[in-house]
């Protein structure tokens, strides 16, 4: 368990199957997709690098996300449900130098539980960002967390996670942080 306050310069977000074929059948999909849309925003305004995966056959990530994400990031096509099975992927996360990977997307109980423990077992510290994942069923996105928990991933939510980045009020980011929380 850590007590420290996590550091912009150690973290990256990961950004798991937002898919056009799946995301409709999410569970409260417009907030998760609402989530993960501010946080690929806020990555961009505190220099954070992203990543994204998509699964096979399941279309390429929903338009409003992908105008949120960095310029020029192609979603890595995988088919192994833990990112971490698909060896670009794994290359390109020890390629960032950060020890600490912030998940969002779906689904909360199949890819992002997997992709979170093959990086806890890879060494890294992992948040998942709770209201930035969900599941066809509600019962299995709470399923997810509490194994995570257990499993020793840190459940965040988007506005607790960029607060704690930001910090302090005072910072040259804040007032262009401040819409995505208001």
Known sequence: MTHALTRPEDCALIVIDVQEKLLPVIDGHGAVLANCQRLARFAGLMDLPVLACRQRKLGQIVAPLAQA??????????????????????????????????????????????TALGALAAGYAVQVVADAVGSRAAGNHALALERLRQAGAL?????????????????????????LVK
């Open 155 to 179: 459940i965040t939510s988007a506005e607790m996670f960029i607060y704690e980045l930001l910090q302090r009020a005072d910072r040259p980011e804040f007032a262009q942080v401040l819409p």
């Open 69 to 114: 994400l960095p310029p020029g990031l192609e979603a890595m096509e995988k088919t192994s449900f833990d990112c971490f099975g698909l060896e670009p992927f794994a290359g390109a996360v020890a390629g960032l130098g950060r020890r600490t990977l912030v998940l969002v997307g779906i689904e909360a109980h199949i890819c992002v539980m997997q």
